[in-house]
Structures are given as structure tokens and as C-alpha cells.
């Protein structure tokens, strides 16, 4: 089965709102971590990245959250905007191979005004 | 510098043809990856590859795909005898440093839509 997935298919914040995008992963010898988002008929786009030894890492108005205890992994977004409506992945790379990052199923944000 | 480029953006096939994405990188890149994803689905790896090298080929099917990506010229996945289950959204990526090596971000192109009739 998948070694990453996400616990809600769908989320809907109110415009200026904070979100929280949160994903689970079982493979416990992954070491790194990045956050896509894609909006509807284009390609994933890089929003943040994690490494194993961070807990925290902030970038413009997101923020990705990593609790290894139990292999969970969130993406906060603060002050939602019209713009953020998307599917976000969290993938995970399991370190030591050249096959790329695994993929989870994707949650869609949908903004409400 | 313009970004990782792929055509055709649709693609529509009888069943049985043969299906031809293309994918070029951005430029300085050297490592081209293909991702397949379904309709509400992940995306799920299929091939990695550098320069007339397939670097890991273990989530492509066994039978009627096959990928390349030549010295000269962009990466092609080749679609032989399509069947309706390759309907699927084709996405290639590229890195400039190899997969194990580097931060991991990869640079998505705007994908390939292949319907298969």
C-alpha cells in the first residue's frame, strides 16, 4: 500500500483563515520531505521542504511541521487566500535510492469568501 | 530559463496505437523523471533516467512502456498499444543533481493528458 497518505481528501477554510494540510507516512527510514501544490490542469509545484533531523521550517506564510514519534507530517498555511485553493502532496523520499520522491493521494483546499 | 517543457499537452488515442510524450528539462538538468497520475489520484513514479541511462525503471509496467532520453533530444515515454487504463495525466520532472544526492525538489512540467479511447 502506500507509505504516504493524507487523512482528509478535501478541506474548506474560510478566506484569511489559517490551514492545516496534515499527512502520515509509515516508512520510518524516510529522510526528507517536500509539499506540492498543483492547481487544477498544471504540474506539482514546489512549496516547502523538510529534512528528518528538522521538526520546523518556515517559509512565506506556510510553515511544515514533522512529528517523527509518529510519522506525521502537516503543512500550515496562515491568512488563506483565493490563490491557495489546490491539491497539496506531501511526498517523502526514503533516502538511498534514485527513484524519486513517493507520493500521497492529495488534499484539495477549498477556499470559501 | 525556461521551465521543464512537454507535449503534447492532449493527447487522444484509439485503442491499440501508440502513445509519444516528450519532455524536455530545464535547461542544465540531467535527470529526467516520468510520474503517472490518475484522475483524484497521487502521483506514482514511474522511471527515472539521465542521459542515455535508465536509472530506475521499477514503477514502470513491464509490458508496452518503455522510456529514453537520448544524448541529443528530450525524453520520450512511448505508449505501445494503448488500452483504456493508460487514460492518466503524464507528468515528467527534472533535477539537476541525481536522486540521491540532492535536496530533492523536482521541477515539474505541466504534464501530458492522454485519453484513450
Known amino acids: 500500500g502506500e507509505s504516504v497518505g493524507l487523512h482528509l481528501p478535501t478541506l474548506s477554510v474560510q478566506e484569511g483563515d489559517n490551514s492545516i494540510i496534515n499527512c502520515a507516512y509509515s516508512n520510518s527510514a524516510s529522510d526528507y520531505f517536500i509539499w506540492y501544490k498543483q492547481e487544477s490542469g498544471k504540474g506539482p509545484q514546489f512549496i516547502i521542504d523538510?529534512?528528518?533531523?528538522?521538526d520546523k521550517r518556515q517559509g512565506q506564510r506556510v510553515t511544515v511541521l514533522l512529528n517523527k514519534t509518529v510519522k506525521h507530517l502537516s503543512l500550515q498555511i496562515a491568512a488563506t487566500q483565493p490563490g491557495d485553493s489546490a491539491v497539496y502532496f506531501c511526498?517523502?523520499?526514503?533516502?538511498?535510492?534514485?527513484?524519486?520522491?513517493?507520493f500521497g493521494k492529495g488534499t484539495h483546499l477549498i477556499i470559501q469568501p | 530559463n525556461a521551465g521543464v517543457m512537454q507535449n503534447p499537452r492532449h493527447l487522444v488515442r484509439r485503442r491499440g496505437q501508440e502513445a509519444r510524450l516528450r519532455c524536455s528539462p530545464m535547461?542544465?538538468?540531467?535527470?529526467v523523471y516520468w510520474y503517472r497520475q490518475l484522475p483524484e489520484e497521487g502521483l506514482k513514479f514511474m522511471v527515472y533516467?539521465?542521459?542515455?541511462?535508465?536509472?530506475?525503471e521499477s514503477g514502470m509496467p513491464k509490458e508496452r512502456f518503455s522510456a529514453e532520453f537520448p544524448k541529443e533530444g528530450p525524453s520520450i515515454l512511448r505508449i505501445q498499444q494503448v488500452v483504456r487504463g493508460d487514460s492518466a495525466a503524464y507528468f515528467c520532472a527534472s533535477s539537476p543533481l541525481p536522486g540521491t544526492r540532492n535536496t530533492g525538489e523536482l521541477f515539474f512540467g505541466e504534464g501530458s493528458r492522454l485519453t484513450v479511447l
Open positions: 523538510i529534512r528528518s533531523n528538522m
Open positions: 535547461k542544465g538538468h540531467s535527470h
Open positions: 533516467l539521465q542521459k542515455e541511462n535508465i536509472i530506475d
Open positions: 511526498a517523502e523520499r526514503t533516502g538511498g535510492g534514485a527513484d524519486g520522491l513517493t
